[in-house]
């Protein structure tokens, strides 16, 4: 089952026509990690890779599942003059890794398509025989498969792979090979004074907190058309949040508190406690700074008058409901204290460095005149912002 699989999947990168001339790799460098030898299983893949020049690509095996920021070792055997190659890897997301660009009509040669920023690379001596290849996922992964591909360099020059699953410019593509699905780690910064409330994201302890992208909600793809990013600190007090998002077109609607915001452009917080399905709490702020709060002691089911004592304040780059200008965007903070969080989800107080807690972020990006778009610090992977099951972890760090 395991070789139709592949020759399923792979059999789409299959390309068609006469090879077209070599296009130069890019000018990045990867320093050579330790290659072993050995000799293969059985249960390696059966397809094989012809490349110019003499040179086949066989028995392709792979670890059978990596982990998000795990070692992913790619086993192939390399025959005939391979004296003087050398062999790129890539591992890939497979909608990244896949992409391919032509210009100018059918027959046209390729547009070498830049690297994905997610993509690892390890560049090595090809030998003659089985090899062993290790390369390291970055974290977090939010595909559930990475895609691994094959360069031959003569020097800068591509060797072209001609036979077998292969892309039209060349690139040869070896396997899928599955990744466990993990939620977002985050570490929340210890704060030593509380941040000044004004939605301006300048205090020396924001800068220490690491911006987490935030990513479509359905996949974890990146949104790099209108990023955002969210950064998280507390102190004894409360939990911080701030998120910084760019948006040519700032706008909300709403004016009282509690209104719908969700449907409009809008910036939320669960805090769900554990990864159960009760006892969380769901917050939200406009681009205007008007805020809806809820408490749910059941799955969807709670109490949407309910009227916390947390905090939240909105800086706009921009002006706010002028779809005629341009906007640069806005940022926000909230300040939610342990107190409620404690009193409404699982967490126990007081809080200590180390503790772990399930939450996590959204944004409703809606364009003018386009499909609305759903954004995650963590993806839910379904179409449902109260889903826990893939909600970020959260840990307290320490001074």
């Not at 940022?331 to 200590?352: G, K």
Request: glycine share 8%; net charge negative.
């Amino acid at each position: 089952m395991r070789t139709r699989r592949a020759w399923a999947v792979l059999g789409l990168f299959v390309a068609c026509g006469d090879p077209t001339s070599p296009s130069p790799p890019s000018s990045e460098s990867f320093s050579s990690p330790v290659v072993q030898t050995g000799v293969l299983g059985s249960d390696a893949w059966s397809h094989a890779i012809q490349f110019e020049g003499g040179v086949k690509v066989d028995g392709v095996r792979t670890s059978p599942q990596v982990e998000p920021g795990g070692t992913l070792d790619v086993h192939l055997t390399a025959h005939g003059p391979v004296e003087g190659l050398t062999a790129r890897l890539t591992a890939w997301p497979p909608r990244a890794g896949s992409r391919q660009v032509a210009r100018g009509g059918v027959g046209a040669p390729p547009v070498e398509v830049p690297i994905d920023p997610r993509a690892r690379v390890q560049t090595v001596a090809l030998v003659a025989g089985p090899q062993s290849i290790p390369l390291v996922l970055p974290e977090p992964w939010h595909p559930r498969q990475v895609l691994l591909t094959l360069e031959l360099l003569e020097g800068s020059t591509r060797v072209r792979a001609y036979r077998g699953p292969r892309r039209e410019d060349g690139v040869a593509v070896l396997a899928l090979a599955d990744v466990a699905v993990r939620p977002v780690a985050v570490v929340a910064v210890s704060m030593p004074t509380p941040p000044q409330l004004d939605g301006r994201l300048d205090e020396p302890g924001w800068a220490r907190a690491r911006a987490h992208p935030m990513v479509h909600s359905l996949d974890g793809e990146p949104y790099d058309e209108r990023p955002g990013t969210v950064r998280w600190a507390w102190d004894p007090q409360a939990l911080y949040v701030a998120a910084q998002i760019e948006d040519p077109d700032v706008w909300s609607e709403y004016t009282r508190h509690d209104e719908p915001l969700w449907k409009q452009e809008v910036f939320e917080v669960f805090v769900f406690g554990d990864a159960g399905r009760r006892d969380y709490l769901e917050l939200q702020v406009s681009p205007r700074g008007i805020t809806f709060d809820a408490r749910f002691e059941q799955y969807r089911k709670g109490d949407e008058a309910w009227d916390g004592r947390w905090q939240a304040a909105v800086s706009l780059s921009g002006t706010l409901d002028d779809r005629r200008d341009r906007d640069q965007g806005w940022s926000v903070e909230l300040a939610i204290p342990w107190d409620e969080i404690c009193a409404h989800t699982e967490v126990t107080c007081p809080p200590r460095p180390g503790q772990t807690l399930v939450v996590n972020a959204f944004r409703f990006e809606r364009p003018h005149k386009r499909p609305p778009v759903g954004l995650a610090l963590s993806p839910p992977r379904v179409p449902d912002f109260h889903a826990p099951a893939n909600a970020a972890v959260l840990e307290l760090g320490g001074a």
